[in-house]
């Protein structure tokens, strides 16, 4: 049972499985409620979070409630405990928002809200982040999280990002990384779904970014804080969170 639990979670996309848990979701909190992990973005506290990774398989990653990864509460916590997000007045915009998220920021009365994306139905515009249909320095803050691994020209992508973003404003950028690399790998070549997967670690994925991630942050004008901010939290917290110790937090800045 645990092994074709784990496949459907994996062979369903996450935006469906999101979607599916809106239903779901009471009848899965009083199935996995208990005390061991608590999920900072709903509160609730589970006695475990759930399997989740192409390939080789992450323990305690999916929260049962949200649907989030390790990443999504690691940005919730940052925003929560280290900024004024949640408080302040912001125009923010969102490039292909994680759902759950989406849902939460577009009820926030401090925020001027938009979300962007090219292909999704569920967004307030949709736009090519190579060519976003906004004027120059619109937005206080801008997300982007696991989107520019997908895009072959990723600075023309960022350079995008940095004109829209204000004077003085703010953002987070994740991608998938290897801290092991000091190179970013990326072969445009590949275009087979199955050797993406292998190379890339996704199917639809066109390069593993390296350290060298931030210096091309830099050089279309954003300054860059590498934040390794899950390191900030005790082991114990650490596992209750379901958090990464090695992931790192892109938070970028415009002067």
């Not at 709903?42 to 323990?59: H, T």
């Not at 600075?155 to 994740?174: D, F, P, T």
Request: hydrophobic share 35%; net charge positive; charged share 30%.
């Amino acid at each position: 049972m645990k092994k074709i639990f784990k496949i459907l979670l994996n062979r369903i996309p996450r935006p469906v499985l999101i979607n599916l848990s809106v239903f779901f979701r009471p009848f899965i909190y009083l199935f996995f409620k208990g005390s061991r992990f608590t999920d900072p973005i709903d509160g609730r506290s589970y006695r475990k979070f759930l399997p989740y990774g192409y390939g080789r398989q992450r323990e305690n990653a999916l929260s049962p409630g949200t649907l989030s990864l390790e990443r999504h509460r690691q940005m919730w916590l940052y925003l929560q405990n280290e900024t004024d997000f949640f408080s302040k007045n912001y125009k923010v915009l969102h490039i292909a928002p994680e759902q759950d998220f989406l849902r939460r920021f577009k009820k926030m009365k401090n925020l001027n809200y938009t979300s962007a994306d090219l292909f999704s139905p569920i967004v307030d515009v949709k736009a090519d982040i190579l060519d976003l249909p906004f004027e120059d320095e619109s937005y206080d803050i801008v997300f982007c999280n696991h989107v520019l691994e997908h895009i072959q020209d990723d600075r023309k992508a960022m350079s995008e990002l940095y004109r829209v973003m204000r004077k003085g404003g703010w953002g987070i950028l994740q991608v998938p990384m290897k801290t092991s690399l000091q190179e970013t790998y990326e072969d445009f070549s590949v275009t087979d779904p199955k050797e993406r997967q292998r190379l890339f670690g996704q199917y639809d994925h066109v390069r593993w970014y390296g350290m060298d991630y931030f210096q091309r942050l830099e050089s279309v004008g954003f300054e860059v804080e590498v934040n390794f901010y899950s390191r900030t939290f005790s082991e114990a917290d650490r596992k209750k969170y379901g958090l990464m110790e090695n992931e790192i937090l892109p938070v970028v800045y415009k002067k």
